[in-house]
């Protein structure tokens, strides 16, 4: 089992989605390649830079380095099916772990065109590549002055 966490920060510029609704109500789905999917609450009110924070937690079976997480973009509608603004994705090799990955990834539609940027940051609890540690040596006063006496 491979545990997770992710937060859905905020997104900006998304796309003004009908000349009649004017901003999304913008949600986020997220999905791993197994098929488990998590949602954030829809922000209200309507505008192009919504802000969730909302945290997800998540544990997959499939290997994490051929594992990837599927971040979609919705405009809620009040009638019939929601909107699709577009989508990012986020491989688990990219990963370290336990160090949050903060990343700005565009939002792209269909058309491989950029409708804004969500903002995402993860976590890897129990996978990953081990974060490297660098020996810190002491650090020595600088020339002319003395460490004080004790």
């Known amino acids: ?19 009649l609704s004017g901003k999304p ?41 051929t594992d990837a997480v599927d971040f979609v973009v919705y405009h809620k509608r009040l009638l019939g099916s929601d909107l699709r603004i577009g989508h990012a994705a986020v491989p688990l090799a990219l990963l370290e772990r336990g160090v949050v990955r903060d990343e700005w990834m565009p939002i792209i ?8 940027h969500l903002r995402i940051r993860i976590i890897a609890h129990d996978f990953g590549r ?13 020339q002319g002055y003395a460490l004080p006496r004790q």
Not at 109 to 116: F, H, I, L, P, V
Not at 133 to 141: G, M, Q, R, W
């Open 109 to 116: 539609d269909g058309d491989a065109c950029a409708q804004g």
């Open 25 to 65: 109500v913008a949600y986020v789905v997220a999905t791993t390649s197994e098929g488990c999917s998590q949602r954030t609450e829809s922000f209200e009110p309507a505008t192009t830079s919504p802000q969730w924070e909302h945290v997800m937690k998540f544990r997959t079976t499939k290997a994490p380095d």
């Open 1 to 19: 089992m491979s545990n997770f966490d992710v937060r859905v920060c905020e997104a900006r510029n998304l796309p003004s989605v009908a000349a």
């Open 130 to 142: 081990v974060a490297p540690v660098y020996p810190v040596a002491p650090l020595a006063p600088p």
